[in-house]
């Protein structure tokens, strides 16, 4: 019997290209606890179209990846732990995996960003991959992606994965749906960043955080992003009620519902 052999990305906690001949619930799993469950944490790919292009050593991966003696399938092999994300070609990026501390796994299918979501008086993004801090910007998904990509920047990256975070009102700091612990400790440094936002048409982003301290599933709003200077797919973010019927267990999970 011939078994497959998948390709994911990792882009959070690490930026990794894996090949498995896991699917993608299996591969979640074993990736989130292990074999033995000695692990526990969480952790986002993107299964991508394999074999294309030269960026990659796709004959390594086909001669390791391959059953073990007693016909167990392989579980991993780590084809790049280095600037993977911006070798892989736009139109390989097929499903995203939200994977939850416990190996609970929500599938995500991509879709084109041609027009901005409803205009806000500023953002908070996550950044995941390649750089991690999180930032307050004036710019939509679209723009941040772009001003992120571009060549001409003097800062910037070749592609970008980022979430949008629940933002809170200026005017109250406070917010009708749940952002978990993220605001909690530097609530005055959110509130200085916007002003300098607004104030500053010059200033596009401030710096909240420069990495990971508190991001989770529960805080994203509409979705995560990739993008580079032409593209750019959004993961929509299931809605409470979509994910309370067709994926509780995750959502309970990921401490949505």
Not at 50 to 71: L, S, T
Not at 203 to 214: A, D, G, P, T, V
Request: aromatic share 10%; proline share 6%.
């Amino acid at each position: 019997m011939i078994v497959k052999t998948h390709y994911y990305l990792s882009v959070f906690p690490l930026e990794a290209l894996i090949a498995s001949q896991l699917d993608p619930v299996q591969f979640g799993r074993y990736m989130s606890i292990g074999k033995k469950n000695g692990s526990f944490e969480r952790i986002i790919f993107i299964e991508i179209q394999g074999e294309v292009g030269d960026a990659f050593d796709w004959d390594y991966a086909r001669k390791r990846c391959v059953p073990h003696d007693d016909g167990a399938p392989k579980n991993s092999v780590w084809m790049s732990v280095y600037r993977a994300l911006e070798r892989v070609e736009f139109d390989q990026f097929r499903s995203l995996h939200l994977i939850t501390a416990d190996g609970r796994n929500l599938e995500i299918e991509p879709v084109k960003l041609e027009s901005p979501p409803e205009e806000r008086s500023y953002y908070v993004y996550q950044e995941l991959c390649p750089i991690a801090p999180m930032v307050v910007s004036s710019l939509d998904p679209l723009q941040f992606s772009a001003f992120m990509t571009d060549k001409s920047q003097a800062v910037g990256v070749p592609t970008i994965v980022f979430a949008d975070i629940r933002a809170l009102e200026l005017d109250s700091l406070k917010d009708a749906r749940d952002t978990g612990p993220v605001y909690d400790k530097n609530l005055g440094h959110l509130r200085e960043c916007i002003l300098q936002i607004r104030q500053n048409p010059d200033k596009r982003n401030k710096n909240l955080e420069r990495s990971f301290q508190s991001f989770a599933y529960n805080i994203i709003d509409r979705g995560i992003y990739v993008g580079d200077a032409e593209n750019v797919l959004v993961y929509p973010i299931p809605s409470r009620d979509e994910l309370r019927r067709n994926n509780y267990d995750w959502g309970r999970s990921a401490m949505i519902l």
